[in-house]
C-alpha cells in the first residue's frame, strides 16, 4: 500500500474490521493508507480506506497485516479510537466462529444479537479509568438496525447459498487455545449459538464510543462438542477460504446498503449519541478527574468537556 496516499480529508461514516481470512473487500478501490496514533497506542493495522460510488469505507484488519497478532494482543481500545477520529460511526465486524448448535452448519452466517464474556481480564475493555470513570449500558451488545440490514442482504443472496441465522448468542473465549470438551459442552448449555475470540472487548469499546457495531459471523467448525472432527486451525482456513466469495459478497452488499444512507440518523449512530458522555459526566467529580484521562476522552468526544 505503500504508493496510496496517507492522508484523507473527508469524513469516514462506515468502517469494516476484517478478521481471519477476510483481509479484503470486493469491489471497493484503496484510496488512501492511514497511519493513525491514538492515546491508546496504534491500531492493529494502517486503516485502508476503500471507495465505491464516492462513498468512503474504512477497512481494519484485526489481526494485524499478517495476521501477527493473537486474540489478545489485539489493539481494541487503538482500533475503536482511531476508526472514531476518522468520523466512523457505523462498524461491521466480521469473524470466523465455531458453532455450538447442530443448525449452525460450517459456512452459515450468524447475526449475534448476545454476547456471553469468557475473556479473562487481561484485555484492557475500557476507556473510562485512570481517573475519568463511566458506565456504559451493554444490554443490547449489537445495533439492531445494522442487523436488520445484513438480514436483508442475506436473505436477497439465499440463491447464492448463502444462508443466515438471525440473532444468537456468541461466546467469546480468552484463547488462543480452543475450548475443552467440557468448556464446549457447557457454553452449549448455557445457550450459546456460536464461539470465537474477538467479540470482546471490541464490542463494549465500541459502546463506549458511540459507535454502531455489528458483527457478522460466519461458521468454520463445531469447535469440539460434535461427532465430527474437532477444530483446528486449518478447519476454519479451509472454510474461509471455501466461503470467501459468499463472506465478501454478504460484506460489499451490506456496505452498498449503508453506503446509500450514509449521512443517515442509523448510520450516524444518532440513537447512541449522548450515551457513554451521560454516563461519564455524571460519575467522577471534578475534583477526582485526571487531566491526562480527560484529554483521552477528549480524543474520542471532542469538546466532550466544555458544557
Ligand atoms: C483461527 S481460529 C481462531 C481465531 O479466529 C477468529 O478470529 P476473528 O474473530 O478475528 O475472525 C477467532 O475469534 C480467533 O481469533
Ligand atoms: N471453535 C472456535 N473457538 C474459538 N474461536 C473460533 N474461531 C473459529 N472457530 C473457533
Redesign the pocket.
Known sequence: MASLPDHFDRPVRIAVIGG?GLGKIDGYTPIASLDVTTPWGKPSSPILILEHGGVPIGFLARHGLYHQLAPHEVAARANIAALRSLGVRTVIAF????SLQEEIKPMDFVVPDQIIDRTKGIRPFTFFEGGVVGHVGFADPFDAGLAATVQQCAAAMRGDGVVLHSGGTVVC?E?PQ??TRAESNMYRSWGGSV????ALPEAKLAREAELAYQMICM???Y??WHTTED?DVAM?LKYMEANSKNAKHLVGAVLDQLAAQENSDKVLAKHWEGSAQGAVKFMTKPAGRDPEAMKRIEYLFPGFWEN
Not at 469473524?95 to 465455531?98: D, E, F, P
Not at 464461539?195 to 474477538?198: A, E, V
Open positions: 481471519t469473524s470466523a466462529v465455531g473465549i484463547g480452543f475450548s464461539i470465537n475470540m474477538s461458521a468454520t467448525d469447535d469440539c477444530v476454519v
